[in-house]
């Protein structure tokens, strides 16, 4: 008896289901669960008010409107070592990645 029952859910279930998923049912919701189309909403006008715009932060060394051949040497050389950092830290990784076991002790 309880299996019946519980088939007799479960198809019920299923049968709501694909009603709801065929679009059979919006006409039998409310407005506010979506059977009529959205309202479009409206705004009064305003003035944005917009900060003032910031320069980008950079950890370069140099200024961000330097453009001199030693200013890009300079920039690409804190660059590089970033990039070595970055290196060094991969390593660190790989070597955490692939550690071994040891035997404890208790």
Do not use: C, H, R
């Not at 008896?1 to 694909?18: E, S």
């Not at 290196?87 to 035997?103: F, L, R, V």
């Amino acid at each position: 008896m309880i299996m019946k029952a519980l088939i007799g859910i479960v198809l019920l279930a299923v049968a709501a289901g694909g009603l709801w998923w065929s679009g059979l049912l919006k006409d039998y919701l409310p407005p506010t669960m979506g059977g009529t189309a959205a309202q479009q909403a409206t705004t009064t006008p305003e003035t944005p008010q917009q900060p003032a715009a910031q320069p980008p932060v950079t950890d370069l060394p140099t200024a961000s409107d330097d453009v001199s051949d030693a200013a890009i040497a300079q920039d690409s050389a804190a660059v590089d070592l970033q990039l070595q950092g970055l290196g060094s830290d991969e390593t660190s990784a790989d070597q955490g990645i692939n550690d071994k076991p040891t035997a404890q002790e208790f």
